[in-house]
């Protein structure tokens, strides 16, 4: 087996191109996949995209039928229509061991922008979960994500990682919101979108103190359900206008694949609004508001993911020692995993090997207590035994050669070899 | 106590400020208690020169002398520091204040340090000179808290600048220079504009009620004085500046926090300016030297 990632995060590329780069709706999602399964029949994939990656797992039995990185550089050129040349050169791999290390980081949000963060493990689960919708999962990648989702809970339990600042929205907040407003139960604070993130925003805000919040969604039932949630005021999309205009604050989560606010329509409601101050954080991958919006005037505050990087650079510097202990977990359990792979890859081999040399020692001992009827029980006895270790003597060298391979991966050669110098059928 | 210089306090203070500018280099643990015990001394050894002086010139710290005056006002200011920087240990107000006590403490040393000849000269005399007194101790009192309020509009306009810009450049927060809110900032800026304008206007009043007086009792002081006219063009300007702030719905924090530094520059230069001119506390002096 060959697990494979090819992947481009907030470390490496710009939301400019990441953006570009992204799988924002489920329709999106859908073709792409169609699209993966007809270029690569015989590898499982999942497509992870958040406001922070879009990373491509592949998983083969064959190392021969994995996708090259440059086979996935140019699906991800072809389907977003978006040249290589603009982002081949941020495409990272990892294969093996690396790869599921990567998972495993990035699911425990040690890759995230964020320490701690607690959206990634749900935005795992719900690209696997589309994965097996689009019938692009095989049973190696479900050991996989499960395999993933089960450390980033020990992670979570093991370590502090989860403690402190641990959402985007409280970062931003925290580093901006904060340093415009003095308090926010005064202020209107609008949340456009309703998934995830959205929520995650109003939780915090609402801890923050803010108490007149509007929810403005493309579904109005979402926003409305949202809403209820948090003692919000769900307004149609059609609104949207009215609800920029009469904002203190703007957090913006869609999954749009164009930005919602350019910044002639923002000049517009500037133009009602007056020159208030206004921060705008931009959560969306794409933006959601064109980067025009934050030059309108003096009192326009825009932030998108990006612009938080300094600062959670630093919070991931005050809680290196977290880190260290979260990656020490991952190596384990990355060990843990691959070990269990490749015995998976190997175990049927050995078995068939043991139980083909031990009918053939029963076969043998048999035919000769026939020709030998004077021995008793006890002489049996032994010479079974001796005939045991022989056969158990002769299979121990191949047999921790095998083993020895397959800590570093499935000894596909090794495996053939036995199975030929052994006679060992499919 | 006499042995209390100028040079202790303006040395203390350097000493804090240079410890407020190691907050942005680097964290260390006894920075602010050091930090603090070097404004405190300095604070005391300033009060301590402010009564020593006060008790030679037997008269108020703020009749004494215009050098005497901008001492005050630089105390006044170290109050306001020592405050803030006890009640919120992370503000970064200092690295505003202190520059600011320091250049009043510097500039004392360039204005005149020979005690106010209209008011040293009426110690205790007859009845007319009780009232000069008095009304200039509160004409004095009230032209130092006008400007220390535009002081502290200024400061505030300078943080709200400085704070705008990481802003607006999407920066994250420099490591040791936590600043307050913009609301905060504006906020402060307006108050200290609307109570600085009546606090002016009214030493204006009491400074033009007094050349009355004083021209009526001793005949020496004229309205055209380069002091009364300068302080006129100040008060009209902040005047202005008061009415445009209290008739605009909602101001732009940015644009408050320009026209106030403006108008401290514009305060300043009256208040320098007019040293250089023949005034009426000179002709004052001149008339008590005469007499």
């Not at chain 1, 963060?117 to 097996?132: D, S, T």
């Not at chain 2, 009364?228 to 408050?256: D, S, Y």
């Amino acid at each position: 087996m060959i697990v494979q990632v090819v992947y481009c995060t907030h470390q490496t590329t710009g939301l400019d191109v990441r953006e570009k780069l992204a799988f924002s709706s489920t329709d999106q999602l859908a073709r792409a996949y169609r699209r993966l399964r007809a270029d690569f029949p015989r590898s499982d994939v999942v497509l992870l995209s958040t406001c922070n990656r879009v990373e491509l797992y592949t998983v083969q039995e064959d190392p021969q039928d994995a996708p090259t990185p440059e086979q996935l550089a140019r699906f991800l050129s072809e389907f977003h229509h978006v040249p290589q040349d603009q982002f081949l050169s941020d495409l990272l791999r990892q294969t093996g061991r690396d790869a599921v290390r990567h998972l495993f980081q990035v699911v425990s949000s040690l890759d995230s922008m964020v320490l701690g963060e607690p959206q990634i493990v749900n935005q795992v689960k719900e690209a696997y979960r589309v994965a097996i919708d689009n019938e692009a999962c095989g049973v190696l990648t479900n050991a996989l994500f499960q395999g993933a989702i089960r450390v980033s809970k020990r992670v979570r339990s093991e370590t502090r990682l989860a403690e402190g600042r641990v959402s985007i929205a409280s970062v931003a907040v925290g580093e901006f919101a904060k340093s415009i407003f003095d308090r926010f139960d005064d202020k209107r604070v609008l949340v456009l979108g309703a998934g995830e993130m959205a929520e995650e925003t109003l939780r915090y805000l609402q801890a923050e103190g803010a108490r007149h919040i509007t929810v403005v969604n493309r579904s109005f039932d979402r926003a409305a359900r949202l809403a209820a949630e948090f003692g919000a005021v769900p307004r149609p999309l059609d609104d949207l206008d009215d609800c920029l205009a009469e904002a203190d604050l703007i957090v913006s989560a869609t999954g749009a694949g164009l930005p919602v606010v350019d910044a002639e329509r923002f000049g517009r409601i500037r133009a009602r609004s007056g020159e208030k101050p206004v921060f705008v954080l931009d959560l969306g991958a794409p933006r959601d508001f064109a980067p025009a919006v934050g030059h309108l005037d003096e009192n326009v505050f825009l932030y998108d993911i990006d612009h938080l990087r300094t600062t959670c650079e630093r919070n991931r510097v005050a809680r290196a020692q977290e880190i260290e202990k979260a990656r020490a977990i991952i190596d384990e359990e990355a060990d843990r995993f691959m070990h269990d792979v490749y015995h998976q890859a190997t175990g049927p081999i050995i078995k068939r090997l043991r139980d083909e040399w031990h009918d053939v020692r029963a076969e043998e001992v048999d035919r000769l207590f026939a020709k030998l009827a004077h021995l008793d029980e006890r002489d049996r006895r032994e010479i079974e035994r001796a005939i045991e270790r022989i056969i158990n003597k002769l299979l121990h060298p191949p047999l921790e050669a095998l083993r020895d391979e397959a800590r570093s991966g499935t000894p596909h050669g090794l495996m053939d070899a036995l199975k030929r110098l052994f006679g060992i059928g499919d | 106590m006499e042995n209390v210089t100028v040079v202790c306090f303006l040395a203390s203070y350097a000493v804090a400020l240079a410890l407020e500018l190691v907050r942005l280099v680097k964290r260390v643990p006894v920075r602010r208690a050091v930090m603090l015990l070097f404004a405190a001394a300095g604070f005391v050894a300033h009060t301590t020169y402010l009564v020593v002086r006060s008790r030679q010139t037997e008269l108020p710290p703020l009749l004494s002398s215009t050098q005497d005056w901008m001492l005050v006002l630089a105390w006044l200011a170290l109050v306001f520091y020592l405050v803030l920087t006890l009640v919120d240990r992370d503000l970064a107000v200092g690295l505003f204040l202190l520059p600011l006590v320091l250049v009043l403490i510097g500039a004392s040393y360039f204005v005149s340090g020979e005690p106010n000849a209209l008011v040293a000269g009426s110690n205790g005399a007859g009845a007319a000179e009780g009232v000069v007194r008095r009304w200039a101790l509160l004409h004095a009192a009230l032209l130092v808290f006008g400007i220390g309020g535009v002081m502290l509009g200024f400061v505030s306009s300078l943080m709200y600048l400085v704070q705008h810009r990481r802003l607006k450049q999407q920066q994250t927060l420099l490591a040791g220079l936590q600043l307050p809110s913009l609301e905060r900032l504006a906020r402060l800026n307006w108050w200290a504009v609307i109570v600085s304008v009546p606090l002016l206007t009214l030493g204006m009043g009491t400074g033009i009620g007094l050349a009355l007086y004083s021209r009526r009792a001793f005949a020496t002081v004229s309205l055209a004085d380069p002091v009364i006219v300068a302080n006129g063009v100040l008060w009209l300007v902040m005047v202005a500046f008061f009415v445009w702030l209290l008739r605009t719905e909602r101001p732009a924090g940015k644009q408050v926090a320009w026209l106030t530094i403006w108008a401290f520059g514009f305060l300043v230069l009256t208040l320098f300016g007019t040293e250089l001119l023949p005034t009426w506390h000179a002709a004052a002096k001149e008339i008590s030297v005469r007499e």
